[in-house]
C-alpha cells in the first residue's frame, strides 16, 4: 500500500466551541485499492510567513517578530503554530474527514502574535502528517505508519482568523500578565477610582505621554 495523499479542501471557524477553534477539511486519497480500517492521523500545523507579502502597517506590527524589513531575509521562516490529531474511519479510495485546530488569543504564543499583526490577505499553512495506517484485506489486519513526508499546503484566508476571535473575543480581547504586575494596575485603579480596566489602561498610557484614541 503506497502512502496516503493529503489536501486541504478549506479551513473555518467554529462559533459554537468553548475555546477558540478553527477546523481544517481534509480530503485523504489511498489509491491502492486496499481498504483502510482506520487512522490514527497527527498533524503539525506550520505558518510560513516568507510566502505572502506584507503592507507596512502589518510589518510594523510584525516587527517584534521578525525585526526590521531588511532583517526579514534571515528571520522571516516557517515556524511551527500548532499540534493536533484526528481518529479516521475506515475507507476505500477517498475519504473527507474534520481536523480540529485548537486556537489561542494569548499574545505569548508567537502564532497568535503574528495572526494578530496580519490585516488582510491569506496566511500561507503547511499541514505536515504522521500516524499510524490500520488495513484489513483477505489476509487479515496490517499496520503502516503515515510516511514522514506528507503533507498539504493551504492559504487561509486572515478574515476566518478574524471570524474565529469575534466568535469569542467580540470587540474585546485580552493579555496574560505576572500577578504581581496584574495587582499593582489593580492598586493603581482602585486609587485612582477608575471605573473600568480600558480606562485605567488608558489613564497609565497618557501618563507615560503615550497617544490613546
Not at 517578530?65 to 499540534?83: A, I, N, S, V, Y
Amino acid at each position: 500500500m503506497s502512502g496516503p495523499a493529503f489536501s486541504v479542501l478549506d479551513v473555518f471557524a467554529e462559533p459554537y466551541t468553548v475555546v477558540p477553534q478553527l477546523t481544517a477539511r481534509l480530503r485523504i486519497e489511498e489509491d491502492s485499492g486496499e481498504r483502510v480500517h482506520a487512522m490514527v492521523l497527527r498533524c503539525q500545523a506550520r505558518i510560513e510567513p516568507q510566502r505572502r507579502h506584507y503592507d507596512d502597517a502589518e510589518g510594523d506590527g510584525l516587527r517584534g517578530l521578525f525585526g526590521e524589513r531588511d532583517r526579514w531575509p534571515d528571520t522571516l521562516k516557517p515556524f511551527l503554530w500548532m499540534q493536533c490529531q484526528a481518529t479516521v474511519q475506515g475507507f476505500t479510495g477517498a475519504t473527507e474527514v474534520d481536523l480540529a485546530l485548537p486556537c489561542t488569543y494569548d499574545f505569548d504564543v508567537i502564532g497568535s502574535r503574528y495572526l494578530h499583526a496580519l490585516g488582510t490577505g491569506e496566511v500561507p499553512l503547511t499541514l505536515l502528517f504522521s500516524g499510524t495506517v490500520f488495513t484489513k484485506g483477505a489476509g487479515g489486519f496490517g499496520v503502516r505508519q503515515v510516511p514522514w513526508d506528507c503533507e498539504a499546503r493551504h492559504r487561509m484566508p486572515v478574515a476566518v482568523w478574524r471570524q474565529m476571535m469575534s466568535y469569542h473575543f467580540p470587540n474585546s480581547g485580552w493579555i496574560r500578565l505576572d500577578q504581581e504586575v496584574l495587582d499593582r494596575i489593580a492598586d493603581f485603579r482602585a486609587r485612582r477610582g477608575l471605573i473600568s480596566w480600558d480606562e485605567t489602561v488608558r489613564t497609565l498610557l497618557a501618563d507615560r505621554a503615550e497617544v490613546v484614541t
